[in-house]
């Protein structure tokens, strides 16, 4: 049991790993094209930086909203799988 529970676990780090990373990639990039048009259309018409301003600080809070469940998820795949007190007994440490 302690060696399956050990494989589970490091899968479960390796896939919030690679959750995490394609969650902050994409949020980067959506956010960089996001601030890159807001900064175009303020350049464009800078009567109307006001509200691309507020509309842009909504729009990024949504995005960065999709990195932190991404981050949720991710804990949760660490810390909260059922094969956690097997971990727990492994390493040493009460459960």
Do not use: D, W
């Amino acid at each position: 049991m302690g060696e399956q529970a050990l494989q589970f676990f490091i899968a479960s780090v390796t896939a919030a790993g690679f959750g995490i990373a394609v969650a902050a990639f994409g949020c980067g990039i959506a956010q960089g094209i996001g601030l890159k048009s807001a900064v175009e259309g303020i350049a464009r018409n800078p009567e109307a930086s006001g509200k691309v301003t507020v509309t842009l600080l909504i729009g990024l809070a949504m995005i960065e909203s999709l990195c932190i469940y991404a981050l949720v998820i991710a804990l949760i795949l660490i810390y909260a799988h059922p094969q956690a007190g097997a971990i727990a007994a492994l390493f040493g440490a009460a459960h």
